[in-house]
Every structure is written in C-alpha cells, then in structure tokens.
C-alpha cells in the first residue's frame, strides 16, 4: 500500500527555467494539498486540488505558479520562471474525502535555483 | 484568523527523560483539530498525533502523549522517556473547518543525548 509519491527528490534548476513537480495521492485519494517549506521555517498552504478542481489557492502566489490535479495522472505544481527565491522544500498531502482527519505528507522535493 | 504558536526554537533533553514541546493557537472555528509532525534530518513530515477540538480525552500515541488544555489554548506534546532517535524538528499544526490545510507553527527542533 504506497503511500504519497513525489517526484523528482531533489530538482535543480537555473533562474529563469521551469520546473515541475509531480504528487501521486495515496491510492483513493482525492484530495491533494501543496505546501511550501522555506529553510528554518514551518510549512506554509499553498494549494487545495480535488480532481480536475482547485479548490483553494488562497496561498499561492499570483504570478509563476499553477497546480493542477487532471482526472488521471499525479498532481503538477509549476512553478515558471524560477527565482533565487523559490528555493525551498515542497511537499504534497493527500486526504481521502473533504473533512478527513488526517493529511498523509509526501517526502517533499527539494528544489535549488542556481 | 488562525495562528500556532511555537515558543521554543530549541530544546535539549537527555535520553530517558521525558520532555514537553509546547505549542498554542488561536482560532475562532468551533470544531478544530490539532497535530503535531515529526520532521528528521532526512526531511520528511512523519504524523504523530492528533486531538480533535471535542475529544474529552488527551490523545496517546505510544510514548506520545497529547496535553490538550482547550481554555489555555494549548496542545503541548510529551514525549516520554526519550530515545536518540526522537532527536528532530517537531511542528504543531491546527487544522480549522474541514477541507482547509494545515497550518503550522514554526517548529522545534529538540535533541536528544546520551
């Protein structure tokens, strides 16, 4: 029973570039939730998927990301453009239905921009 | 709005001994939930444990116990007899309404000698 995929681990990138980042959801889940963890700090909300919907992207920023969540297929967090500033560990949890309890955390993918 | 509060960035503790991260929040939601997370040097979020805002009793989790005091608004975790391996970053997170994300504190990072 696999829990939350991502992928890459660790991703590279030069300013300017884009990078993608992958989250397979546990198997049955529906609900997939991106975070963001800049270094020595918690983890901050940025986005709520359902399949094929964004329910909340109160917490992303306005220009340069986009998340998605197709019907197959994991969710993609895009980030264009990248900066110096981007920086930073971004995990993915995944919940089996709206008011579930618990959010089951990914490993993260650590993304540096040179 | 909502807020967690980690007062202690650091923490030491030697094994066996039993040691207490604090953790307080502010929410006007009447049905809330709290966590707390467990993130090691490897850099992955391990969950482990959690109080719902009406659960009469403290949550318990093997060596983990949960000090829920919902007039203080307070969750602190008690890790009992620690071991080497508890040595890690641990965050508190309060969950709101259901469907919301986390949110997290900025977390405490305790280490544990021998």
């Known amino acids: 029973n696999a829990g939350v995929m991502q992928n890459p681990r660790h991703l590279v990138r030069r300013r300017g570039q884009e990078a993608r980042l992958r989250c397979s959801p546990m198997k049955g889940h529906s609900h997939v939730y991106w975070y963001r963890q800049l270094p020595e700090e918690g983890l901050k909300f940025m986005v709520y998927l359902q399949k094929e919907n964004i329910i909340d992207e109160s917490g992303m920023p306005k220009e340069r990301f986009s998340a998605e969540f197709p019907k197959e297929g994991p969710s993609i967090l895009r980030i264009q453009q990248v900066v110096r500033g981007d920086s930073a560990a971004y995990f993915c949890a995944s919940s089996p239905h709206f008011d579930s309890d618990e959010q089951y955390f990914g490993p993260g993918t650590r993304l540096t921009v040179t | ?114």
């Open chain 2, 1 to 114: 709005a909502q807020k967690i509060t980690q007062t202690q960035p650091g923490m030491f503790v030697q094994e066996k001994e039993a040691v207490t991260l604090d953790c307080t929040y502010d929410t006007s939601d009447p049905s809330y939930g709290l966590f707390w997370y467990k993130q090691p040097s490897s850099g992955e979020m391990i969950f482990l444990i959690y109080q719902g805002s009406y659960d009469q009793q403290n949550a318990t989790e093997g060596r983990y116990s949960l000090n829920f005091q919902k007039a203080r608004k307070s969750a602190n975790l008690v890790i009992s007899a620690s071991q080497l391996g508890d040595s890690a970053m641990y965050f508190c997170a309060m969950r709101g309404q259901a469907g919301t994300a986390l949110i997290f504190g900025k977390g405490t990072t305790l280490s544990v000698s021998s």
